[in-house]
């Protein structure tokens, strides 16, 4: 498959738009804005990211730019249903294959550590995959091991008084290794189906932190084995979400993807590309701010929302 790429005149992401395409595993075609000729592509991206002050240019430019008219005549040739069926088949090849269940363990607690870096709803899903679980008729633990945010410890316990759900949780500014060594050790003497522990949020480029993470699963599976690290994904950030999945990947191994934030016009591509690149698969999706909004992911409907018109 041929993709064709458009460079006006002040585009900046034309390189990256054309490093994506390759990565798909398809060829990327460089098409200028003044050339009348598609090369026989099969698809095209019209790349944003101008620079400052350019937007107008590029707009003006684009009314008229031979390509723009091109594609114009092409798209309307097209037969739209085997166009988007196309698009569907290649999205769909693109995706793990991995099994999207949640681990469970029947003999012994099931350790799920939550992942992520700051803003991307990671506490809150915590909570709502407690309260899903819980709904399945599962006995759950929740493990307060983001110490260092302000008042972090104080919102998961306030879920878990919403939810019925105890939280093992320690002073501000504790070890959070030591809590979710406690935890692990709770859930094992009292039975409970699942532990899920809140980490703090950090960022993928500190590496003290990233270390701060890597010693809470070593010390957890001291006692007991970790069987999920899920890494929260804020489903309307751009490409840089799939650097920071891959740095947490490297550093602890992930198992698997909530994407968040995905109500509004979000359509989370970057879930997608991500799944994709790092064979990680999708297993929840938050689609608001109540419970409710928390679901399994659906592939299926997931791209043909995605590539609705």
């Given at each position: ?10 585009t ?41 002050g ?53 003999q ?66 504790a ?33 003290n ?9 070593r ?18 950030t751009?490409?840089?979400?799939l ?67």
């Amino acid at each position: 498959m041929k993709v064709g790429v458009v460079t006006f005149p002040g585009t900046l992401d034309d390189r990256d738009a054309a490093r994506a395409a390759t990565h798909a595993g398809t060829t990327a075609v460089s098409l200028w804005h003044n050339d009348a000729d598609l090369k026989g592509v099969d698809a095209v991206i019209l790349p944003g990211g101008f620079s400052y002050g350019d937007y107008l240019r590029c707009g003006a430019i684009s009314r008229f730019a031979p390509v723009i008219e091109k594609i114009i005549d092409a798209a309307k040739s097209r037969k739209d249903d085997n166009f988007l069926d196309s698009v569907k088949a290649t999205l769909t090849d693109s995706l793990s294959t991995k099994s999207r269940n949640i681990a469970f363990d029947a003999q012994q607690p099931t350790v799920l550590l939550i992942v992520g870096v700051n803003g991307t709803g990671k506490t809150t899903s915590a909570a709502k995959l407690a309260n899903y679980l819980k709904n399945e008729n599962k006995k759950v633990l929740m493990a307060a091991a983001d110490t260092f945010r302000a008042a972090a410890v104080a919102q998961i316990q306030t879920w878990g008084e919403r939810i019925g759900i105890p939280v093992i949780s320690g002073n501000d500014g504790a070890d959070p290794a030591a809590v979710a060594f406690d935890a692990a050790k709770r859930a094992i003497a009292e039975k409970f189906d699942y532990l899920i522990i809140d980490t703090a949020g950090r960022l993928h480029t500190k590496d003290n932190l990233m270390a701060e993470l890597e010693k809470v699963k070593r010390v957890v599976e001291k006692v007991i084995p970790v069987s999920e690290i899920l890494f929260v994904l804020d489903g309307t950030t751009g490409q840089n979400g799939l650097a920071q999945a891959q740095i947490f990947n490297e550093s602890v191994g992930l198992t698997g993807l909530i994407v968040t934030k995905l109500d509004g016009s979000a359509k989370g591509g970057i879930a997608i590309a991500t799944e994709a690149a790092l064979d990680l698969p999708i297993k929840f999706i938050g689609t608001g701010e109540t419970l409710a909004d928390f679901s399994r992911f659906d592939s299926a409907k997931y791209l043909e929302d995605l590539t609705s018109l």
